[in-house]
């Protein structure tokens, strides 16, 4: 990831989240395009946006374009989380925050468990869904959708990933995201899904342009 000495304004993308894992995913899904990649410590901003919208796409346009605006470059920014069928889609828009702030991706995979734990397997139905924003200076920001289907397991497998993906089980691997190596993970999971068509628009611009249009 490019860091302060090698600054070009109409080359930089910043890649808005604190997420280490999310951070790590995202930058690996968006090699290859030939912007250079900041972070947010990358250009110093300390400030948090906070999440109120009350839905995926509103939280990841809320922190591309705040976090853009900081930045003053172009901005990519997701919003992503798990939904239950037999929780009426929660933890949903919450996944991150699923039981209040203070617990950890342990935490909320136990509480998911427990709040699950009187269904039969076939209640246990449930999905990713992943909404990449990306906000230029002076443009419409425009957003990128990815999904993956799947089911929760009775307890944690694997080792790979964050948040619940030890819990997701992806019938068509017969394992969790977790026991799912990263490359394989990246062709088919929501956040992959998500960006790959969010670097395609990128590649379109840089091809129409020669850089994105600020």
């Known amino acids: 990831?490019?860091?302060?000495?090698?600054?070009n304004l109409n080359h930089e993308l910043l890649v808005a989240t604190r997420n280490r894992g999310k951070l790590d995913e995202l930058v690996n899904l968006l090699q290859g395009t030939r912007y250079d990649l900041l972070s947010l410590e990358n250009v110093n901003i300390q400030d948090e946006v906070e999440e109120t919208g009350d839905t995926f796409e509103e939280n990841a346009i809320l922190k591309a374009e705040e976090y853009g605006q900081m930045a003053g470059i172009v901005t990519i920014a997701d919003?992503?989380?798990i939904e239950v069928d037999a929780l009426d889609g929660a933890?949903?828009?919450?996944?991150?925050?699923y039981g209040g702030?203070?617990?950890d991706d342990q935490d909320r995979n136990a509480l998911l468990l427990k709040n699950l734990a009187n269904l039969p397997d076939s209640k246990l139905t449930a999905?990713?869904?992943c909404v990449v924003a990306l906000s230029r200076p002076n443009q419409e920001t425009v957003t990128f959708n990815g999904s993956v289907?799947?089911?929760i397991t009775r307890k944690p497998r694997g080792t790979n990933g964050f948040g619940y993906d030890p819990l997701f089980y992806f019938p068509q691997r017969r394992k969790t995201l977790a026991q799912i190596p990263a490359e394989e993970k990246h062709?088919?999971?929501?956040?992959?899904?998500?960006?790959?068509?969010?670097?395609?628009?990128?590649?379109?611009?840089?091809?129409d342009f020669g850089e994105i249009p600020s």
């Open 79 to 81: 919003d992503s989380g």
């Open 91 to 97: 933890p949903g828009v919450l996944s991150a925050r």
């Open 149 to 151: 289907e799947g089911f």
């Open 127 to 129: 999905r990713f869904r």
């Open 101 to 103: 702030e203070e617990l």
């Open 1 to 7: 990831m490019c860091g302060s000495k090698c600054r």
């Open 187 to 207: 062709s088919i999971s929501h956040r992959g899904k998500a960006v790959r068509k969010a670097v395609h628009y990128l590649r379109q611009m840089v091809q």
